[in-house]
């Protein structure tokens, strides 16, 4: 029985059924996936030992299925190889050097292959920093966007409730990131996003606040 799960996602069956005949026959069961939504299905429903994506691909591209994979604590963790002809498309949207995930060009032999497999399952166990909370940030913005309705006389004025959750919010939007391995540079460029992340967020919670205090002068 196979031991490890690999799903490829490409738009071409010359190469996918080259990656199956390349793999160590018994060692591994190979899914196919010919689009980028039908992958992405496969990355959600199945336990994946590896994702082999081709970066161009119909109905969802492969940057678009990564950005899904990415936004996940859990799918992000599972070793990548990014697949394409052309590295400047990738680069393009992911620079290098690639940190989490290998990129194999096409066309490849069995020996790259095998090599890019190896390095994306290291790559993989690398610590990486913990995911930003976005969540907390867009309800300020949201809360913001509805005031402006209400200055304008177009939306209700949001509960005292509602307005206390995003101000509370606020405060808890950044989560702490893990350094453990990290390098000097590294956690600097952490550091550096943390700090532009925590301002524009005291600048989300000083409009809040100026918008509770409109709340109150208005329902007065």
Do not use: C, H
């Not at 490890?4 to 059924?17: E, F, G, P, S, Y």
């Not at 959600?44 to 996940?72: C, H, N, R, T, Y």
């Not at 194999?104 to 292959?113: N, R, V, Y």
């Amino acid at each position: 029985m196979a031991s490890n799960k690999i799903l490829v996602i490409d738009d071409t069956t010359v190469v996918r059924v080259k990656v199956r005949e390349m793999l160590p026959p018994g060692n591994f069961e190979v899914l196919e996936a010919k689009d980028g939504l039908e992958g992405l299905n496969f990355i959600l429903q199945e336990k994946l030992s590896l994702i082999m994506l081709d970066f161009l691909l119909p109905k969802m591209s492969g940057w678009e299925v990564f950005q899904q994979v990415q936004a996940d604590p859990e799918l992000r963790k599972i070793p990548l190889v990014i697949m394409s002809g052309r590295k400047e498309e990738v680069t393009e949207k992911i620079p290098e050097p690639f940190e989490y995930f290998e990129f194999l060009g096409k066309p490849f032999d069995q020996k790259q292959l095998i090599g890019a497999i190896k390095l994306a399952m290291a790559k993989a166990k690398q610590p990486r920093p913990e995911l930003v909370s976005v969540g907390a940030v867009t309800a300020v913005k949201n809360s913001i966007i509805t005031t402006s309705g209400i200055a304008n006389g177009t939306a209700a004025a949001p509960s005292a409730a509602n307005t206390a959750i995003a101000l509370s919010a606020a405060n808890t939007a950044i989560a702490i990131p893990s350094t453990e391995g990290a390098s000097d540079a590294e956690i600097n460029a952490l550091n550096d996003k943390i700090v532009k992340m925590q301002a524009e967020i005291d600048a989300l919670k000083k409009q809040l606040t100026q918008i509770v205090t409109f709340i109150k002068q208005k329902i007065k």
